[in-house]
Protein backbone atom coordinates (compact mmCIF):
# COMPACT_ATOMS: atom_id res chain seq x y z
CA UNK A 1 0.00 0.00 0.00
CA UNK A 2 1.22 3.65 -0.45
CA UNK A 3 1.85 5.95 2.32
CA UNK A 4 -1.44 7.03 3.73
CA UNK A 5 -0.82 10.74 3.73
CA UNK A 6 -3.24 12.56 1.85
CA UNK A 7 -3.97 16.15 1.26
CA UNK A 8 -8.01 15.85 0.11
CA UNK A 9 -8.76 18.85 -1.68
CA UNK A 10 -13.01 19.59 -1.40
CA UNK A 11 -13.82 21.31 -5.18
CA UNK A 12 -17.71 21.37 -3.44
CA UNK A 13 -16.04 23.94 -0.53
CA UNK A 14 -14.10 25.83 -2.90
CA UNK A 15 -17.40 26.40 -4.98
CA UNK A 16 -19.30 27.34 -2.04
CA UNK A 17 -16.24 29.68 -1.26
CA UNK A 18 -16.81 31.82 -4.28
CA UNK A 19 -20.52 32.71 -3.90
CA UNK A 20 -19.75 33.71 -0.12
CA UNK A 21 -17.15 36.01 -1.54
CA UNK A 22 -19.95 37.22 -3.89
CA UNK A 23 -22.65 37.65 -1.38
CA UNK A 24 -20.08 39.54 0.65
CA UNK A 25 -19.15 41.39 -1.94
CA UNK A 26 -22.23 41.35 -4.35
CA UNK A 27 -21.38 44.60 -6.22
CA UNK A 28 -17.86 43.10 -7.43
CA UNK A 29 -16.06 41.38 -9.91
CA UNK A 30 -13.88 38.49 -8.45
CA UNK A 31 -10.34 37.64 -9.39
CA UNK A 32 -9.84 34.41 -7.91
CA UNK A 33 -5.97 33.93 -6.38
CA UNK A 34 -4.52 30.87 -7.74
CA UNK A 35 -0.88 31.69 -7.46
CA UNK A 36 1.50 29.56 -5.37
CA UNK A 37 -0.14 26.50 -6.63
CA UNK A 38 -3.54 27.72 -5.85
CA UNK A 39 -2.14 28.45 -2.18
CA UNK A 40 -1.10 24.18 -2.10
CA UNK A 41 -4.73 23.26 -3.32
CA UNK A 42 -3.22 22.36 -7.18
CA UNK A 43 -3.38 25.29 -9.40
CA UNK A 44 -5.62 23.33 -12.37
CA UNK A 45 -7.27 22.05 -9.88
CA UNK A 46 -8.37 24.89 -8.19
CA UNK A 47 -9.15 27.08 -11.70
CA UNK A 48 -11.51 24.36 -12.80
CA UNK A 49 -13.82 24.37 -9.70
CA UNK A 50 -13.59 27.69 -9.89
CA UNK A 51 -14.99 28.49 -13.83
CA UNK A 52 -17.33 30.78 -12.11
CA UNK A 53 -14.58 33.50 -11.09
CA UNK A 54 -14.33 36.82 -13.33
CA UNK A 55 -10.20 35.79 -13.47
CA UNK A 56 -7.67 34.30 -12.22
CA UNK A 57 -4.81 36.24 -10.65
CA UNK A 58 -1.27 34.51 -10.70
CA UNK A 59 2.12 35.55 -9.25
CA UNK A 60 4.01 34.81 -12.97
CA UNK A 61 3.75 33.66 -16.22
CA UNK A 62 4.61 30.09 -15.58
CA UNK A 63 1.35 29.72 -13.75
CA UNK A 64 -0.52 31.87 -16.45
CA UNK A 65 1.08 28.86 -18.59
CA UNK A 66 -0.28 26.14 -17.08
CA UNK A 67 -3.95 27.90 -16.58
CA UNK A 68 -3.72 28.09 -20.52
CA UNK A 69 -2.23 24.53 -21.23
CA UNK A 70 -5.06 23.45 -18.44
CA UNK A 71 -7.51 25.09 -20.95
CA UNK A 72 -8.85 27.72 -18.67
CA UNK A 73 -10.13 30.37 -20.99
CA UNK A 74 -10.84 32.99 -18.62
CA UNK A 75 -9.41 36.31 -17.86
CA UNK A 76 -5.89 35.85 -16.36
CA UNK A 77 -3.98 38.58 -14.42
CA UNK A 78 -0.03 38.24 -13.50
CA UNK A 79 0.21 40.40 -10.49
CA UNK A 80 4.16 41.05 -10.65
CA UNK A 81 3.73 41.55 -14.36
CA UNK A 82 6.74 40.88 -17.07
CA UNK A 83 10.14 40.09 -15.51
CA UNK A 84 11.73 40.66 -18.93
CA UNK A 85 10.57 42.74 -22.19
CA UNK A 86 10.67 39.05 -23.65
CA UNK A 87 7.50 38.53 -21.59
CA UNK A 88 5.53 40.54 -23.77
CA UNK A 89 5.54 38.41 -26.21
CA UNK A 90 4.12 35.39 -24.33
CA UNK A 91 1.84 37.38 -21.86
CA UNK A 92 -0.05 38.38 -25.82
CA UNK A 93 0.16 35.08 -26.67
CA UNK A 94 -1.07 33.82 -24.15
CA UNK A 95 -4.23 36.41 -23.50
CA UNK A 96 -2.55 37.08 -20.13
CA UNK A 97 -3.05 40.47 -18.30
CA UNK A 98 -0.42 42.35 -16.77
CA UNK A 99 0.27 44.65 -13.86
CA UNK A 100 2.68 46.97 -14.39
CA UNK A 101 4.51 48.50 -11.20
CA UNK A 102 7.78 49.45 -12.00
CA UNK A 103 9.05 52.40 -14.49
CA UNK A 104 11.28 49.37 -16.37
CA UNK A 105 8.18 47.65 -17.19
CA UNK A 106 6.62 50.97 -18.72
CA UNK A 107 9.78 51.24 -20.92
CA UNK A 108 9.55 48.16 -22.26
CA UNK A 109 5.69 48.84 -23.15
CA UNK A 110 7.04 51.96 -25.03
CA UNK A 111 9.58 50.28 -26.94
CA UNK A 112 7.06 47.48 -27.87
CA UNK A 113 6.31 47.29 -31.63
CA UNK A 114 3.66 44.48 -31.17
CA UNK A 115 0.09 46.31 -32.37
CA UNK A 116 -1.99 43.45 -30.74
CA UNK A 117 -2.96 45.90 -27.40
CA UNK A 118 -1.72 44.04 -23.81
CA UNK A 119 -4.33 44.44 -20.83
CA UNK A 120 -2.78 45.98 -18.55
CA UNK A 121 -3.07 47.19 -14.69
CA UNK A 122 -1.14 50.01 -13.10
CA UNK A 123 -0.46 49.55 -9.62
CA UNK A 124 -0.23 51.92 -6.74
CA UNK A 125 2.00 51.81 -4.08
CA UNK A 126 -0.19 53.54 -1.28
CA UNK A 127 1.55 52.78 1.67
CA UNK A 128 2.65 48.83 2.00
CA UNK A 129 5.70 49.93 0.32
CA UNK A 130 6.36 46.27 -1.63
CA UNK A 131 5.31 47.09 -5.24
CA UNK A 132 3.88 49.88 -7.00
CA UNK A 133 4.38 53.29 -8.05
CA UNK A 134 3.54 56.31 -6.18
CA UNK A 135 -0.20 57.47 -6.05
CA UNK A 136 0.62 60.87 -6.95
CA UNK A 137 2.26 59.49 -10.30
CA UNK A 138 -0.96 57.87 -10.95
CA UNK A 139 -2.11 60.48 -13.58
CA UNK A 140 0.58 61.00 -15.95
CA UNK A 141 1.41 56.99 -15.77
CA UNK A 142 -2.17 56.62 -16.57
CA UNK A 143 -1.72 58.78 -19.63
CA UNK A 144 1.22 58.22 -21.20
CA UNK A 145 0.37 53.80 -20.99
CA UNK A 146 -2.99 54.64 -22.61
CA UNK A 147 -0.60 56.32 -25.47
CA UNK A 148 0.83 53.88 -26.07
CA UNK A 149 0.03 51.01 -29.33
CA UNK A 150 1.27 48.02 -27.21
CA UNK A 151 -1.44 49.11 -24.35
CA UNK A 152 -5.01 48.61 -24.22
CA UNK A 153 -6.74 51.75 -23.60
CA UNK A 154 -8.86 50.90 -21.14
CA UNK A 155 -6.51 49.98 -18.02
CA UNK A 156 -7.21 48.56 -14.68
CA UNK A 157 -6.35 50.47 -11.66
CA UNK A 158 -4.89 48.52 -8.24
CA UNK A 159 -3.46 49.22 -4.92
CA UNK A 160 -2.89 46.24 -2.51
CA UNK A 161 -3.58 46.18 1.60
CA UNK A 162 -0.45 46.18 4.15
CA UNK A 163 -2.56 45.36 7.46
CA UNK A 164 -6.94 44.63 6.32
CA UNK A 165 -6.50 41.90 8.83
CA UNK A 166 -7.34 44.39 11.62
CA UNK A 167 -10.17 45.61 11.11
CA UNK A 168 -10.37 49.19 12.65
CA UNK A 169 -6.50 49.95 11.60
CA UNK A 170 -6.44 53.83 10.17
CA UNK A 171 -3.09 52.35 7.90
CA UNK A 172 -6.03 51.00 5.55
CA UNK A 173 -8.44 53.88 5.67
CA UNK A 174 -5.08 55.88 5.20
CA UNK A 175 -4.78 53.67 1.92
CA UNK A 176 -8.00 53.78 0.73
CA UNK A 177 -7.50 57.68 0.64
CA UNK A 178 -4.37 57.87 -0.69
CA UNK A 179 -5.59 55.48 -3.87
CA UNK A 180 -9.18 57.63 -4.24
CA UNK A 181 -7.42 60.62 -4.33
CA UNK A 182 -4.41 59.75 -6.78
CA UNK A 183 -7.33 58.44 -9.01
CA UNK A 184 -9.85 61.44 -8.99
CA UNK A 185 -10.91 61.47 -12.32
CA UNK A 186 -8.87 58.47 -14.04
CA UNK A 187 -10.22 56.17 -15.65
CA UNK A 188 -10.49 52.68 -15.40
CA UNK A 189 -11.83 49.76 -12.90
CA UNK A 190 -10.59 49.62 -9.58
CA UNK A 191 -9.36 47.27 -7.63
CA UNK A 192 -8.16 47.01 -3.60
CA UNK A 193 -9.07 44.23 -1.96
CA UNK A 194 -7.62 41.17 -0.57
CA UNK A 195 -9.97 38.26 1.27
CA UNK A 196 -9.26 40.57 4.59
CA UNK A 197 -10.44 43.62 2.68
CA UNK A 198 -13.66 42.03 1.50
CA UNK A 199 -14.06 40.94 5.14
CA UNK A 200 -13.58 44.14 6.85
CA UNK A 201 -13.75 47.06 4.53
CA UNK A 202 -17.12 46.84 2.38
CA UNK A 203 -16.55 50.58 1.17
CA UNK A 204 -13.21 48.83 -0.64
CA UNK A 205 -14.71 46.83 -2.73
CA UNK A 206 -14.87 48.85 -5.97
CA UNK A 207 -15.08 46.95 -9.76
CA UNK A 208 -12.58 44.32 -8.71
CA UNK A 209 -11.83 42.17 -5.33
CA UNK A 210 -9.16 40.01 -5.19
CA UNK A 211 -9.59 36.73 -3.12
CA UNK A 212 -7.12 34.47 -1.97
CA UNK A 213 -7.41 32.79 1.37
CA UNK A 214 -11.21 33.52 1.50
CA UNK A 215 -11.42 31.09 -1.56
CA UNK A 216 -9.42 28.12 0.90
CA UNK A 217 -11.51 28.71 3.85
CA UNK A 218 -8.53 30.11 5.47
CA UNK A 219 -8.52 33.18 7.47
CA UNK A 220 -5.66 35.98 8.42
CA UNK A 221 -7.49 37.74 10.70
CA UNK A 222 -6.17 37.08 14.45
CA UNK A 223 -8.06 34.97 16.44
CA UNK A 224 -10.73 33.87 13.96
CA UNK A 225 -11.17 30.67 11.54
CA UNK A 226 -12.43 30.90 8.08
CA UNK A 227 -15.69 29.69 9.17
CA UNK A 228 -16.35 32.79 11.18
CA UNK A 229 -17.04 34.60 7.97
CA UNK A 230 -18.85 31.83 6.38
CA UNK A 231 -16.02 29.73 4.42
CA UNK A 232 -15.59 26.33 4.43
CA UNK A 233 -11.80 24.61 4.56
CA UNK A 234 -10.73 23.44 1.23
CA UNK A 235 -8.10 21.39 2.48
CA UNK A 236 -8.38 17.82 4.53
CA UNK A 237 -4.77 16.42 5.80
CA UNK A 238 -5.01 13.39 6.41
CA UNK A 239 -2.56 10.02 7.45
CA UNK A 240 -3.12 7.28 9.83
CA UNK A 241 -1.59 5.44 12.84
CA UNK A 242 0.66 3.14 12.29
CA UNK A 243 2.37 1.93 15.48
CA UNK A 244 0.80 2.17 19.12
CA UNK A 245 3.76 2.20 21.79
CA UNK A 246 3.44 1.24 25.46
CA UNK A 247 6.02 3.87 26.74
CA UNK A 248 6.89 3.42 31.17
CA UNK A 249 6.68 6.82 33.33
CA UNK A 250 10.17 8.70 33.17
CA UNK A 251 10.61 7.65 29.16
CA UNK A 252 11.21 10.27 27.03
CA UNK A 253 9.83 10.49 23.33
CA UNK A 254 11.49 11.41 19.89
CA UNK A 255 14.62 13.83 19.37
CA UNK A 256 16.43 15.09 21.45
CA UNK A 257 14.17 13.88 24.45
CA UNK A 258 11.96 16.63 24.73
CA UNK A 259 8.75 14.76 26.12
CA UNK A 260 9.02 12.73 29.65
CA UNK A 261 6.43 10.13 30.18
CA UNK A 262 4.41 10.99 33.43
CA UNK A 263 3.29 8.16 33.48
CA UNK A 264 2.55 4.68 31.45
CA UNK A 265 1.24 5.72 28.55
CA UNK A 266 0.01 4.67 24.83
CA UNK A 267 2.36 6.71 22.04
CA UNK A 268 0.54 7.00 18.77
CA UNK A 269 2.89 6.84 15.75
CA UNK A 270 1.64 8.23 12.36
CA UNK A 271 2.83 8.84 8.85
CA UNK A 272 3.37 12.28 8.39
CA UNK A 273 6.04 15.14 9.12
CA UNK A 274 8.24 17.72 8.20
CA UNK A 275 8.96 16.21 4.86
CA UNK A 276 5.16 16.13 4.00
CA UNK A 277 5.11 19.61 4.87
CA UNK A 278 3.84 19.55 8.40
CA UNK A 279 5.57 22.35 10.61
CA UNK A 280 8.52 20.88 12.33
CA UNK A 281 7.50 23.91 14.83
CA UNK A 282 4.55 22.98 15.99
CA UNK A 283 4.95 22.84 19.34
CA UNK A 284 4.15 19.71 21.80
CA UNK A 285 0.35 20.46 22.48
CA UNK A 286 -0.26 20.71 18.85
CA UNK A 287 -3.80 19.25 18.25
CA UNK A 288 -4.81 16.08 15.56
CA UNK A 289 -7.78 14.16 15.44
CA UNK A 290 -7.55 10.45 15.75
CA UNK A 291 -10.56 8.80 14.82
CA UNK A 292 -12.56 12.21 14.87
CA UNK A 293 -11.38 13.13 17.92
CA UNK A 294 -8.94 15.58 19.59
CA UNK A 295 -5.23 14.04 20.70
CA UNK A 296 -2.11 16.15 20.87
CA UNK A 297 1.38 16.20 19.59
CA UNK A 298 4.30 15.08 22.31
CA UNK A 299 8.01 15.47 21.63
CA UNK A 300 9.83 17.09 18.39
CA UNK A 301 8.34 15.22 15.27
CA UNK A 302 10.79 14.10 12.37
CA UNK A 303 10.91 14.15 8.68
CA UNK A 304 8.38 11.19 8.34
CA UNK A 305 7.01 10.63 11.24
CA UNK A 306 4.58 12.19 14.53
CA UNK A 307 4.67 10.90 17.96
CA UNK A 308 0.70 11.58 19.64
CA UNK A 309 -0.54 11.38 23.03
CA UNK A 310 -3.30 8.75 23.13
CA UNK A 311 -3.99 8.71 26.70
CA UNK A 312 -7.42 9.72 25.84
CA UNK A 313 -7.79 7.23 22.95
CA UNK A 314 -7.49 3.64 25.06
CA UNK A 315 -9.39 2.45 21.76
CA UNK A 316 -7.22 3.85 18.89
CA UNK A 317 -5.58 1.25 16.53
CA UNK A 318 -2.95 0.57 13.54
CA UNK A 319 -4.60 1.67 11.02
CA UNK A 320 -6.88 4.74 12.33
CA UNK A 321 -7.32 8.07 10.67
CA UNK A 322 -5.30 11.12 11.75
CA UNK A 323 -6.33 14.33 10.30
CA UNK A 324 -3.70 17.08 10.57
CA UNK A 325 -5.98 20.32 9.70
CA UNK A 326 -8.81 20.91 7.44
CA UNK A 327 -12.95 19.18 8.46
CA UNK A 328 -12.95 19.13 12.34
CA UNK A 329 -9.39 20.99 13.14
CA UNK A 330 -8.71 24.34 11.46
CA UNK A 331 -5.83 24.99 9.77
CA UNK A 332 -5.53 28.43 11.52
CA UNK A 333 -5.47 26.84 15.32
CA UNK A 334 -2.51 24.62 13.91
CA UNK A 335 -1.03 27.80 12.27
CA UNK A 336 -0.39 29.16 15.80
CA UNK A 337 0.96 26.23 16.81
CA UNK A 338 3.52 26.89 14.80
CA UNK A 339 3.91 30.35 15.13
CA UNK A 340 2.87 30.57 11.31
CA UNK A 341 -0.84 31.20 9.49
CA UNK A 342 -2.81 29.03 7.67
CA UNK A 343 -1.49 30.10 3.97
CA UNK A 344 2.03 29.05 4.45
CA UNK A 345 1.12 25.70 5.94
CA UNK A 346 -1.16 24.55 2.91
CA UNK A 347 1.34 25.80 0.22
CA UNK A 348 3.61 24.31 1.76
CA UNK A 349 2.27 20.83 1.47
CA UNK A 350 5.15 18.44 -0.43
CA UNK A 351 4.93 16.59 -3.39
CA UNK A 352 5.11 13.34 -1.70
CA UNK A 353 1.81 14.04 -0.53
CA UNK A 354 -1.06 11.96 -2.77
CA UNK A 355 -3.65 15.10 -3.75
CA UNK A 356 -7.08 13.20 -3.36
CA UNK A 357 -10.33 15.60 -5.01
CA UNK A 358 -13.85 15.04 -3.32
CA UNK A 359 -16.90 16.83 -4.19
CA UNK A 360 -18.11 17.96 -1.17
C1 LIG B 1 -1.97 37.24 -2.75
C2 LIG B 1 -2.64 38.47 -3.24
C3 LIG B 1 -4.01 38.64 -3.04
C4 LIG B 1 -4.87 37.68 -2.25
O1 LIG B 1 -4.65 37.84 -0.88
P1 LIG B 1 -5.50 37.00 0.19
O2 LIG B 1 -5.13 37.54 1.51
O3 LIG B 1 -5.07 35.58 0.05
O4 LIG B 1 -6.93 37.18 -0.18
C5 LIG B 1 -4.61 39.76 -3.60
N1 LIG B 1 -3.88 40.67 -4.30
C6 LIG B 1 -2.56 40.53 -4.50
C7 LIG B 1 -1.82 41.56 -5.25
C8 LIG B 1 -1.89 39.44 -3.97
O5 LIG B 1 -0.57 39.32 -4.14
Known amino acids: MSRATAATIHLGALRDNL ?20 YGHGLERVARALQGADAFGVAGIADGQRLRAAGISQRVVVLSGPDDPGDL ?11 IHHDAQVEWLAADVDPRPLKIWIK ?37 FANSDVFDDAMTTQQIERFERALTGVEGERSLSNSAGILGWPEAQAQWVRAGGALYGISVVAGKIGADFGFRPAMTLTTRLIAINRVRKGEHVGYAATFECPEDMNIGIAAIGYGDGYPRHADGGTPVLVNGTRANLVGRMSMDLITIDLRNHPGAKIGDPVVLWGRGLPVEEIAMHA ?3 GYELTCGVTRRVRFVEDES
Open 124 to 160: LDTGMHRLGFAPERARELHARLRDLPSVERDIGLLTH
Open 89 to 99: AEMRRLRLESV
Open 19 to 38: RRVRELAPGSKVMAVVKADG
Open 339 to 341: DTI
